[in-house]
């Protein structure tokens, strides 16, 4: 039922959405916002060392540790049902989907910035960013909606413990909420782009 559909469109909207080099504008509204913040180079390292330590523990000990012990097939290299399984142009992942490195990966660092920063709107924004990840491989079929599941909490628990580590270290500054409109204007205009881009395509 969440893999695949009949629309074209659709299937490049959620292409274009799943690929990481879609968020380099928000990651870079992030740091933008951050470096605003923090006049202090240390401090600004600090929250770069935090957001790459989000990522080391959410998906890199997933991919080089959590796949190869687990070794669960995806969904479209399954033997017995990859067959089954809705594809666009063929994109099936690697072999191992236990678990998902793409929702552990997105919620750690939604979880991280949204702490960091204290602001509702921008939460509701990086949280939902990370959900629309999330669903992107259910519909491409490379991940079972248990694999998206253990991620969100291993992200979640990543996230919180990356900031509570942060907050050992430093005392977190104030961000201005005029600042944190830049990156949920960039999450939106990403959107767009990734919708006009697959009606070039489509068309």
Aim: net charge positive; charged share 15%; proline share 3%.
């Amino acid at each position: 039922m969440l893999n695949g559909s009949d629309s074209t469109f659709l299937d490049w909207v959620v292409m274009t959405l799943t690929n990481a080099k879609t968020w380099i504008p928000l990651y870079l509204a992030l740091l933008y916002v951050v470096i605003k913040t923090n006049r202090n180079l240390r401090e600004v390292l600090l929250i770069l060392a935090a957001a790459g330590l989000c990522v080391l523990l959410a998906g890199t000990i997933d991919d080089e540790i959590v796949k190869p012990l687990v070794a669960r097939w995806r969904p479209g290299h399954d033997p017995e049902i990859g067959h089954l399984v809705d594809t666009v142009d063929d994109y099936r992942g690697g072999n191992y989907g236990f678990f998902s490195a793409h929702a552990s990966n997105t919620f750690s660092l939604a979880i991280f910035f949204s702490l960091l920063m204290r602001q509702r709107l921008l939460t509701i924004g990086l949280v939902s960013w990370s959900l629309v990840n999330c669903w992107t491989r259910l519909y491409l079929g490379v991940h079972y909606p248990g694999d998206i599941s253990v991620g969100l909490i291993w992200g979640a628990f990543v996230g919180y413990f990356v900031y509570r580590l942060y907050c050992r270290l430093t005392i977190p500054a104030h961000y201005e909420r005029r600042l944190t409109y830049i990156p949920i204007a960039v999450l939106l205009l990403s959107v767009v782009y990734a919708m006009l881009r697959s009606w070039i395509v489509y068309c």
